[in-house]
């Protein structure tokens, strides 16, 4: 049996805290780490449109095809996310439905690892403010849909909203991402 003395035991406890935050902090294909801890930033860095795009017509990268190549209203950080998800998948799944489908689950990936923004909780409450007379806007899965958009996507969700139905089950098709 191996025995440790204190300094030992510091040192091997020190490597090991060490390990840990850096298996806790996820790094990306542009260079950057995320790290919920720290400051995030979303809106810097390589955008998925900037690495993938153009795709020629009836070619593609994983599950992404030339229709993924428009504004999608995300973060660059977010639309990297999402862009690398589908590329990343096998084209033999792209066809899957339900929770196995490639772009749920991707999409899923860019609401958990976004940054959180303030301004998302102040759009869902204007949504909801235009959307009260015609069903019920639920707020924090407004913001958390919400979050990874930039300003203009937000603009375009509300856009959407005011023209739509404003359920909560239907304002996803106003989020471009989670068509």
């Known amino acids: ?26 790094s990306y294909s542009d260079g950057q780490v995320e790290d919920q801890t720290a400051t995030c930033d979303d809106n810097t860095g390589q955008s998925g449109w900037s690495k993938y795009c153009p795709i020629a017509d009836g070619h ?3 599950c ?7 504004d999608l209203g995300l973060k660059a950080g977010s639309e990297l996310r999402y862009f690398d998800c589908l590329a990343n998948t096998p084209t ?20 958990n690892h976004a940054c959180s923004d303030p301004s998302a909780a ?38 959407c909203m005011v023209e739509g139905s404003c359920s909560d089950d239907t304002f996803k098709s106003c989020v471009d991402y989670l068509r």
Do not use: W
């Open 1 to 26: 049996m191996t025995r440790f003395d204190r300094n030992q035991f510091l040192l091997l406890a020190g490597a090991i805290g060490a390990a840990t935050a850096v298996i806790g902090s996820k």
């Open 92 to 111: 033999s799944a792209c066809a899957t439905e339900g929770a196995g489908n490639p772009h749920l689950r991707c999409s899923q990936q860019v609401v």
């Open 64 to 70: 992404l095809d030339s229709s993924m190549c428009v």
């Open 60 to 62: 593609h990268k994983g």
């Open 122 to 159: 102040q759009t869902c409450q204007r949504a909801g403010r235009n959307c009260s007379q015609r069903g019920p806007l639920m707020q924090q899965s407004c913001e958390i849909y919400l979050t990874p958009l930039t300003s203009a996507g937000r603009t375009q969700f509300l856009s």
